[in-house]
């Protein structure tokens, strides 16, 4: 028994650690752009439109790709999917060290969005089949983190190489990490196998012996469930405020506090590394708690008052890296509730497509929240960047509430 929940335990770890390192590549990924801006702006000319377009494509794409990918992994299963989103992310960073104009980069934004429409289905369906129940809020956790960790490593790593060489080398650097993790998750590839056939005939079993009269529904019956589309608003205002920071806030410190734009870039990474933390402790409050509403509004209510405080622009400039370490933690705070809470409005058997479906509100929030604040940037009103995050959080709270009651009264 002893023996047997050991290798349990271990397993726990190593499918943790491998899909953890994934997710977080593919964060890396959603920020090796934005860093590279100024160096992109002053080579080709590009307004702050023009590059906040580029994470728009990105976004838009990842979002269809994310609700695609859904189907595909539940079909073929998902490690095939997780290998071949790595391989786009390597082929979009060449396509970037190579840009001769806008138009590769954005061709590079399309195939580098494809990439990353496949993880969450891929990651969440890997950790709700291989991983054990009471293991789940930590896996979810650590999931977050490395994402976080991601987020925290690309733009330290671009700028420090763009630096140091130029864009071209940082992006080809970019290139080889991921050809790294790619060699590293084919050499573990046993311990991502999601056995699918088992896994639908599992659901198939579970569904005869809960209802004998039962009839297989409709693929797209999981998309009358209005605690799904409830999740998907809560993913899109969430990471549209959280894209548009990450794009645009070392420009707007710069003109508000005239904070250089290498340390603006620095102070992303402490979101970064803020959200990390938030997200450790947010594992440990899950699973002790069991109120994502509590822990949801109690961080938002506080972010929301430092992004206001830092939009009055009278903050003393010693203050913002705190203040940017504060955001990150109350951000990733959220994150394992937030898992959770999608987790138990998840039919059996369609994971990959809920995933995608919940999950592709996170791409459309990002692809629309650096347009729109570019063109305030453009119009000289920096300002407006943490005034609109605020109402983008405001407009968070309502969902939890309504979908937390809709699994309680699910649950009498």
């Known amino acids: 028994m002893t023996v047997a929940l050991t290798s349990r335990r271990a397993s726990d770890v190593r499918v943790i650690g491998l899909i953890s390192l ?18 992109l702006k002053d080579a080709f000319a590009l307004s702050y439109a023009e590059l906040g377009l580029l ?35 390597v082929l979009a960073a060449l396509v970037y060290s190579q840009s001769n104009g806008y138009a590769m980069l954005l061709a590079g934004a399309v195939i580098a969005g494809c990439g990353n429409g496949i993880f969450h289905p891929v990651d969440y ?56 993790i790619l060699v590293i998750l084919w050499l573990n590839k046993n311990y991502l196998l999601d056995n699918v056939q088992e896994r639908h005939e599992n659901t198939h079993a579970s569904n005869h012996a809960s209802n004998p009269g039962f009839t297989q529904e409709s693929p797209f019956a999981f998309l009358k469930l209005t605690a799904v589309w409830l999740c998907w608003i809560f993913f899109f205002f969430s990471m549209a405020s959280t894209s548009s920071l990450q794009s645009f806030a070392p420009s707007a410190l710069f003109n508000i506090y005239e904070v250089p734009l290498d340390v603006g870039s620095y102070y992303i990474t402490l979101l970064a590394l803020g959200s ?5 402790f947010g594992g440990y409050l899950a699973a002790k708690l069991q109120a994502p509403e509590l822990i949801v509004t109690s961080c938002l209510s506080v972010t929301i008052v430092m992004s206001l405080l830092l939009g ?29 809470l999608v987790k138990t409005v ?3 058997g369609v994971a990959g497509r809920v995933y995608g479906i919940v999950y592709s509100g996170i791409d459309l929030g990002a692809a629309v929240g650096p347009f729109i604040f570019g063109l305030f940037m453009d ?15 405001l407009m968070i709270i309502p969902t939890v509430f309504k979908v937390s009651t809709g699994v309680k009264k699910a649950s009498i």
Not at 70 to 87: H, K, Q, Y
Not at 276 to 280: E, K, N, P
Not at 379 to 393: D, E, M, N, S, W
């Open 379 to 393: 119009a000289g009103l920096p300002k407006a960047l943490f005034l609109g995050i605020v109402l983008f959080q």
């Open 55 to 89: 994470m728009s494509v990105f976004f838009v794409v990842s979002c269809i790709a994310q609700a695609a990918s859904g189907f595909l992994v539940d079909r073929i299963g998902a490690r095939p999917v997780l290998f071949g989103g790595i391989g786009l992310f």
């Open 312 to 340: 009055m622009g009278f903050i003393p400039v010693g203050l913002i890296p705190f203040l940017f370490i504060g955001l990150g933690f109350g951000y990733g705070l959220v994150a394992p509730s937030r898992d959770l």
């Open 22 to 39: 994934a997710h977080g590549s593919s964060h890396f990924f959603h920020l090796i752009l934005p860093p590279m801006f100024p160096w």
């Open 346 to 348: 998840t039919p059996k």
């Open 125 to 180: 369906t890997l950790i709700n089949h291989k991983v054990s129940p009471p293991n789940l809020p930590y896996a979810y956790s650590m999931h977050g983190v490395a994402g976080y960790l991601g987020w925290a490593a690309a733009p330290a790593f671009m700028v420090a190489v763009a630096q140091f060489s130029d864009w071209r080398i940082a992006f080809l650097a970019a290139a080889f990490l991921e050809v790294s």
């Open 276 to 280: 990390a933390a938030g997200v450790l």
